[in-house]
């Protein structure tokens, strides 16, 4: 038994050195890993022993397994079968109409081959529901051409006393399934519930949570604030002070706590959170029992850890041994986190609880990492090194003594059997393990000499809980690989009970399948990377950029701007493609030089907040080094094509002479350097004009452009305003004409170049879009109102890929729309230079006061639901709206700014519905929330578009992965970023050369 701390005063713990180690690499955090082996030679062989006898153990046991692990060892979460059910169980039990249930049933369980599955479990729970599931799939399995609506078919088929028969089954199963996952629908039921499974020998104590999404809406945080406190009471009027380590406590997701939990929103955080968290940790000591703060996204963990260390050090806390929080293994700096934690126990004389976790965030921490360009992931990409790392800082746990209260918080069965040697060898015998409800019974009722367990038990509804336990399973399908092998006895136990650092030793680097980062793409270009605002060091380095940008004028008048240009033509195009991709990569790399710069004159300039300007420059580079990679692949030299013998033909690409390159202000420096790039890239000289809003960022990256080897005559900067731009395109000496903008200059631009004698040439356009947002009843609120939020109102709505209508069903807008009208009251709008802005200014007073005119008209026309008050910010600031229209035929044209329009539909109707905006002409992006590929199948189909986002946003497409553009009044296409844009830009040479005019085709003769 080891005696708490002693209090003695220490300096301030810097949380924010934790950032430092966030992204280390990962080869170099393995071999570190390796060098400090948490177990010696004897030690492994121990718990490999040990570990391969608790697995022949927990499969001796006549009751060994629950619903939850029958479920996995069947099915697991690899296969058809595995994924459908899950997949339905996130989404069958919210959708509220019997027409769209119908549809999802049949569509996730058509898929699977069921009968496999009949009768092989060894629980009858499990063997009834694959019955059901087989005779369901035998009913919607049909031939396509019986099949009509899944809806119709269902119920014809198997309508018993009104109610389809398949629905009811598919319902119970997963309020079956949701019984494993879930403890009870409230506090007292799962106090009872537990009770008896105590008595059972099920469990020693419970850790229950209030889970769910996250908060969306202040409202949405109070009625979990109320949940919590209401389970504090029950808890601890049913523990009978027993203290925290012996009795049921509780654990809190702060995130549901505040609808910005989030780093860029600390100040905030710590004002209105921080008394929230409070009373609920005065009100657990109070009873004295645990209260944990749940581990959450890996971005958090700093801000969390400052909200911690000041809830430790309250004064009304002193003493309370119950304050805890989860910590997770499968971050590569968890174990300097300790380091901490123990020196904030020993500051504040208290034990700490701390829970040991895996991680239930992985599959999105190595999305996010990719996405966002970071130089690594937070995470761990091999299970072996996370299960190593894990071993690592349980020891360091134990070492820490009194310090600390360690709950490790697992179900595998060799990381039990390290834990409990490692406590052994620390003369420690004060921690205990926990386990997940429904999963590892049967591996702690194998175990020799009992311990105490924890069980961690969700509580609430199961509408509710199972979208969000259900992700979090199938995010790490592979950490619950162990689960799925456990009880399986066609498994060895040897492989079950494998020693991790014999894997890792093996192979001690990252996973060779999952490339950090900043080789996404491979070999072919190096992906950009970005400042990540959750870190303090990278907000300072945006408010001070330490580098200053060239802004010297280097604009020309037009005629000069062609003549010089024209010029420079031909020995531009005679360079080749893999020379001027050469300097195309130079370009990419001034720019990544040049971030910090380029990111704070984009917000003083153009109005965009900070991480705007991040990715906007990112797409920048990105546009560089993905043309240079396309001139090296199209124009690096003649393309050979078949022939017959004796005779040669080849194919060759160059520059049409000199190009015009008009740009947008609100992307002015990545559609600026996206056109100019692409433009040079295929052998032009280039002539650019950009916004007369923005000509300062322009002139810095034409300066760039010459600091990285252009050739100063190649590339001509022109500034000015229209007038300017239509002198350009008027002149005949152009070759060809990119332009991003309105529909309405680009008809314009199309009308004066075809009103030109001479050579006809081209217009590569990309202009607005009138772009919607389809929801049906399957779709999960919180996603789409995180979506549309950034979708609708990030950069002010000042993009072209910006949302402007959202489709809502009938059956569920309401509640929809009161999730979104809630969540824009968190929104920050301001000073787009503060990294904690979410919306900065309208570009100019002309185009504000056009957003003004619109939502005048819409309050006489249409509803109002929603208007941001931004009077007080003044200047050509705007408050983003939201409008209920009556029809779709009162909104013709895009409204380029944050306002969204709300249509309700029936998406029964989506083919007349999407018609209607179809009809109005445009096609640039197009969104859909569904759980059914049905459905989105049927909004493509019914709406064209040049770009389809399923299950997302509709902004911020990635070049080269999502090539961007659209048709009709939405553009002509090629899209940008994508393998069909740099040809537009060349002219296309056919070269056929009989050789055997010169004595015949020797390669034929060498036959």
């Given at each position: 038994m080891?005696?708490?701390?002693?209090?003695?005063?220490?300096?301030?713990?810097?949380?924010?050195?934790?950032?430092?180690?966030?992204?280390?690499?990962?080869?170099?955090?393995?071999?570190?890993?390796?060098?400090?082996?948490?177990?010696?030679?004897?030690?492994?062989?121990?718990?490999a022993?040990?570990?391969r006898n608790?697995?022949?153990?927990?499969?001796?046991?006549?009751?060994?397994?629950?619903?939850?692990?029958?479920?996995?060892?069947?099915?697991?979460?690899?296969?058809?079968e595995?994924?459908?059910?899950?997949?339905?169980?996130?989404?069958?039990l919210r959708?509220?109409?019997?027409?769209?249930?119908?549809k999802?049933?049949?569509?996730?369980?058509?898929?699977?081959?069921?009968?496999?599955?009949?009768?092989?479990?060894?629980?009858?729970?499990?063997?009834a529901?694959?019955?059901?599931?087989?005779?369901?799939?035998?009913?919607?399995?049909?031939?396509q051409?019986?099949?009509?609506?899944?809806?119709?078919?269902?119920?014809?088929?198997?309508?018993?006393?009104?109610?389809?028969?398949?629905?009811?089954?598919?319902?119970?199963?997963?309020?079956?399934?949701?019984?494993?996952?879930?403890l009870?629908?409230?506090?007292?039921?799962?106090?009872?519930?537990g009770a008896?499974?105590?008595?059972?020998?099920?469990a020693?104590?419970?850790?229950?949570?209030?889970?769910?999404?996250?908060?969306?809406?202040?409202?949405d945080?109070?009625r979990?604030?109320?949940?919590?406190?209401?389970?504090?009471?029950?808890?601890?009027e049913?523990?009978?002070n027993?203290?925290?380590?012996?009795?049921?406590?509780?654990?809190?997701?702060?995130?549901?706590?505040?609808?910005?939990?989030?780093?860029?929103?600390?100040?905030?955080?710590?004002?209105?959170?921080?008394?929230?968290?409070?009373?609920l940790?005065?009100?657990?000591?109070?009873?004295?029992?645990g209260?944990?703060?749940?581990?959450?996204e890996?971005?958090?963990?700093?801000?969390?850890?400052?909200?911690?260390?000041?809830?430790?050090?309250?004064?009304?806390?002193?003493?309370?041994?119950?304050?805890?929080?989860?910590?997770?293994?499968?971050?590569?700096r968890?174990?300097?986190?300790?380091?901490?934690?123990?020196?904030?126990?020993?500051?504040?004389g208290t034990?700490?609880?701390?829970r040991?976790?895996?991680?239930?965030?992985?599959?999105?921490e190595?999305?996010?990492?990719?996405?966002?360009?970071?130089?690594?992931?937070?995470?761990?990409?091999?299970?072996a090194a996370?299960?190593?790392h894990?071993?690592?800082?349980?020891r360091?746990?134990?070492?820490?003594?009194?310090?600390?209260?360690p709950?490790?918080?697992?179900?595998?069965?060799?990381?039990?059997?390290?834990?409990?040697?490692?406590?052994?060898?620390?003369?420690?015998?004060?921690?205990?393990?926990?386990?997940?409800?429904?999963?590892?019974?049967?591996?702690?009722?194998?175990l020799?000499?009992p311990?105490?367990?924890?069980?961690?038990a969700?509580?609430?509804?199961?509408?509710?809980?199972?979208?969000?336990?259900?992700?979090r399973?199938?995010?790490?399908?592979?950490?619950?690989?162990?689960?799925?092998s456990?009880?399986?006895?066609d498994?060895?136990?040897?492989?079950?009970?494998?020693?991790?650092?014999?894997?890792?030793e093996?192979?001690?680097?990252?996973?060779?399948?999952?490339?950090?980062p900043?080789?996404?793409?491979?070999?072919?270009r190096?992906n950009?990377t970005?400042?990540?605002?959750?870190?303090?060091?990278d907000?300072?380095?945006?408010?001070?950029?330490?580098?200053?940008?060239?802004?010297?004028?280097?604009?020309?008048?037009?005629?000069?701007?062609?003549?010089?240009?024209?010029?420079?033509?031909?020995?531009w195009?005679?360079?080749?493609?893999?020379?001027?991709?050469?300097?195309?990569?130079?370009?990419?790399d001034?720019?990544?030089?040049?971030?910090?710069?380029?990111?704070?004159?984009?917000?003083?300039?153009?109005?965009?907040?900070?991480?705007?300007?991040?990715?906007?420059?990112?797409?920048?580079?990105?546009?560089?080094?993905?043309y240079?990679a396309e001139?090296?692949?199209?124009?690096?030299?003649?393309?050979?094509l078949?022939?017959?013998?004796?005779?040669?033909?080849?194919?060759?690409?160059?520059?049409?002479?000199?190009?015009?390159?008009?740009?947008p202000?609100?992307?002015?420096?990545?559609?600026f350097?996206g056109?100019?790039?692409?433009?040079?890239a295929?052998?032009?000289?280039?002539?650019?004009?950009?916004?007369?809003?923005?000509?300062?960022?322009?002139?810095?990256?034409?300066?760039?452009f010459y600091?990285?080897?252009?050739?100063?005559?190649?590339?001509?900067?022109?500034?000015?305003?229209?007038?300017?731009?239509?002198?350009?395109?008027?002149?005949?000496?152009?070759?060809?004409?990119?332009?991003t903008?309105?529909t309405?200059v680009?008809?314009?631009?199309n009308?004066?170049?075809?009103?030109?004698?001479?050579?006809?040439?081209?217009?590569?356009?990309?202009?607005?879009?009138?772009?919607?947002?389809?929801?049906?009843?399957?779709?999960?609120?919180?996603?789409?109102?995180?979506?549309?939020?950034?979708?609708a109102f990030q950069?002010?709505?000042?993009?072209?890929?910006?949302?402007?209508?959202l489709?809502?069903?009938?059956?569920?807008?309401?509640?929809?729309?009161?999730t979104?009208l809630?969540a824009?009251?968190?929104?920050?709008?301001?000073?787009?230079?503060?990294?904690?802005?979410?919306?900065?200014?309208?570009i100019?007073?002309?185009?504000?006061?056009?957003?003004?005119k619109?939502?005048?008209?819409?309050?006489?026309?249409a509803?109002?639901?929603?208007q941001?008050?931004?009077s007080k910010?003044?200047?050509?600031?705007?408050?983003?709206?939201?409008?209920e229209?009556?029809?779709?035929?009162?909104?013709?044209?895009e409204?380029?700014?944050?306002i969204?329009?709300?249509?309700?539909?029936?998406?029964?109707?989506?083919?007349?519905?999407?018609?209607?905006?179809?009809?109005?002409?445009?096609?640039?992006?197009?969104?859909?929330?569904?759980?059914l590929?049905?459905?989105?199948?049927?909004?493509?189909?019914?709406?064209?578009?040049?770009?389809?986002?399923?299950?997302?946003?509709?902004?911020?497409?990635?070049?080269?992965?999502?090539?961007?553009g659209g048709?009709?009044l939405?553009?002509t296409?090629?899209?940008?970023?994508?393998?069909f844009?740099?040809?537009?830009?060349?002219?296309?040479r056919?070269?056929?050369?009989?050789?055997?005019?010169?004595?015949?085709?020797?390669?034929?003769?060498?036959?």
């Amino acid at each position: 038994m080891q005696s708490a701390p002693t209090p003695h005063p220490s300096a301030a713990i810097d949380w924010d050195q934790l950032d430092a180690l966030k992204y280390v690499d990962e080869d170099a955090a393995v071999a570190a890993l390796l060098a400090d082996a948490p177990l010696d030679a004897a030690g492994r062989a121990s718990v490999a022993a040990e570990a391969r006898n608790l697995v022949v153990r927990a499969r001796g046991l006549k009751r060994r397994k629950g619903v939850m692990e029958s479920f996995l060892e069947e099915f697991g979460l690899s296969n058809a079968e595995g994924l459908a059910l899950m997949c339905l169980a996130e989404a069958l039990l919210r959708v509220p109409d019997e027409q769209t249930a119908d549809k999802l049933i049949a569509e996730k369980i058509s898929t699977g081959q069921w009968a496999e599955h009949l009768g092989k479990s060894d629980h009858w729970l499990v063997n009834a529901g694959t019955f059901g599931l087989m005779m369901t799939g035998h009913v919607v399995n049909l031939p396509q051409e019986l099949k009509g609506e899944a809806s119709e078919v269902v119920g014809k088929l198997t309508k018993r006393m009104g109610e389809p028969v398949v629905r009811a089954g598919a319902m119970q199963a997963m309020r079956i399934l949701g019984e494993q996952f879930v403890l009870g629908r409230n506090i007292n039921a799962a106090l009872k519930r537990g009770a008896s499974m105590v008595r059972a020998g099920g469990a020693t104590r419970y850790s229950f949570d209030m889970l769910g999404e996250g908060a969306r809406t202040n409202e949405d945080a109070v009625r979990y604030l109320a949940a919590y406190a209401n389970a504090i009471d029950a808890v601890g009027e049913d523990a009978r002070n027993k203290g925290p380590h012996a009795s049921n406590g509780i654990s809190v997701k702060l995130s549901a706590l505040h609808p910005r939990y989030e780093t860029r929103q600390e100040e905030r955080v710590m004002h209105e959170l921080y008394p929230r968290v409070l009373q609920l940790a005065e009100q657990a000591k109070k009873y004295n029992i645990g209260l944990t703060m749940d581990a959450e996204e890996a971005d958090r963990l700093v801000m969390s850890m400052h909200l911690f260390e000041r809830l430790a050090l309250e004064p009304s806390l002193k003493g309370w041994e119950g304050l805890g929080l989860a910590i997770q293994a499968y971050q590569k700096r968890t174990r300097a986190l300790i380091e901490f934690l123990t020196q904030l126990a020993r500051k504040r004389g208290t034990t700490i609880q701390t829970r040991l976790v895996k991680g239930a965030y992985w599959d999105g921490e190595v999305k996010r990492a990719q996405i966002q360009g970071r130089v690594d992931f937070p995470v761990w990409t091999t299970k072996a090194a996370t299960d190593v790392h894990y071993l690592a800082c349980a020891r360091d746990l134990f070492r820490a003594g009194g310090a600390i209260f360690p709950q490790f918080a697992t179900h595998n069965a060799h990381t039990v059997a390290a834990v409990r040697r490692m406590g052994a060898s620390a003369g420690r015998d004060q921690f205990e393990f926990q386990r997940l409800h429904g999963m590892g019974e049967a591996l702690y009722a194998a175990l020799e000499h009992p311990v105490p367990v924890r069980v961690y038990a969700p509580v609430g509804g199961h509408e509710d809980l199972l979208p969000y336990l259900v992700r979090r399973l199938l995010e790490n399908g592979a950490n619950t690989s162990f689960v799925h092998s456990f009880l399986d006895d066609d498994v060895s136990p040897d492989v079950v009970a494998a020693d991790p650092m014999a894997t890792l030793e093996a192979n001690p680097h990252r996973h060779r399948r999952l490339p950090p980062p900043p080789q996404l793409f491979g070999a072919s270009r190096k992906n950009s990377t970005g400042r990540d605002l959750s870190v303090e060091a990278d907000r300072e380095a945006l408010r001070k950029p330490k580098q200053k940008l060239s802004e010297s004028g280097t604009s020309v008048a037009v005629d000069v701007a062609v003549t010089t240009a024209l010029k420079a033509h031909k020995e531009w195009d005679a360079r080749g493609g893999a020379e001027r991709g050469a300097i195309l990569r130079a370009m990419a790399d001034a720019l990544q030089a040049n971030h910090d710069p380029l990111c704070a004159l984009i917000a003083r300039e153009a109005g965009r907040s900070l991480q705007d300007g991040i990715d906007e420059v990112r797409e920048a580079i990105d546009f560089c080094r993905y043309y240079a990679a396309e001139a090296e692949r199209l124009l690096a030299g003649p393309i050979a094509l078949p022939s017959p013998a004796g005779e040669t033909d080849h194919l060759e690409l160059h520059g049409r002479g000199v190009f015009v390159c008009i740009s947008p202000w609100n992307f002015p420096l990545a559609i600026f350097t996206g056109q100019l790039a692409a433009a040079l890239a295929a052998g032009n000289a280039v002539i650019a004009k950009p916004a007369e809003q923005t000509p300062r960022i322009a002139e810095a990256a034409v300066n760039l452009f010459y600091e990285a080897g252009l050739p100063r005559d190649v590339l001509q900067l022109v500034q000015g305003d229209g007038k300017v731009g239509g002198e350009l395109v008027g002149d005949p000496r152009i070759a060809g004409v990119a332009f991003t903008g309105s529909t309405e200059v680009a008809r314009i631009i199309n009308r004066t170049l075809a009103a030109k004698d001479g050579p006809i040439v081209p217009l590569i356009a990309e202009t607005g879009g009138l772009n919607g947002m389809f929801i049906d009843t399957t779709a999960l609120k919180e996603q789409v109102v995180d979506d549309v939020i950034a979708s609708a109102f990030q950069s002010a709505g000042q993009r072209c890929s910006s949302l402007r209508v959202l489709f809502l069903p009938n059956d569920t807008a309401d509640g929809i729309l009161e999730t979104l009208l809630g969540a824009m009251d968190t929104l920050v709008i301001g000073d787009p230079a503060d990294p904690f802005t979410d919306i900065g200014p309208i570009i100019d007073a002309e185009a504000k006061a056009n957003l003004d005119k619109h939502i005048a008209k819409m309050r006489t026309e249409a509803k109002v639901l929603k208007q941001l008050d931004v009077s007080k910010l003044g200047g050509n600031f705007f408050g983003p709206a939201v409008i209920e229209l009556k029809s779709l035929d009162q909104i013709d044209k895009e409204v380029f700014g944050p306002i969204l329009h709300v249509v309700r539909y029936d998406p029964s109707d989506i083919a007349n519905v999407g018609a209607k905006l179809a009809a109005k002409g445009y096609g640039l992006t197009l969104g859909v929330h569904s759980r059914l590929e049905s459905f989105a199948d049927d909004v493509k189909k019914a709406v064209p578009a040049g770009n389809v986002y399923v299950n997302r946003t509709i902004v911020g497409a990635v070049v080269g992965v999502q090539p961007f553009g659209g048709s009709g009044l939405s553009g002509t296409g090629p899209k940008a970023g994508g393998p069909f844009y740099l040809p537009r830009f060349a002219e296309e040479r056919a070269i056929s050369v009989n050789i055997a005019a010169q004595g015949g085709d020797p390669h034929l003769l060498n036959l």
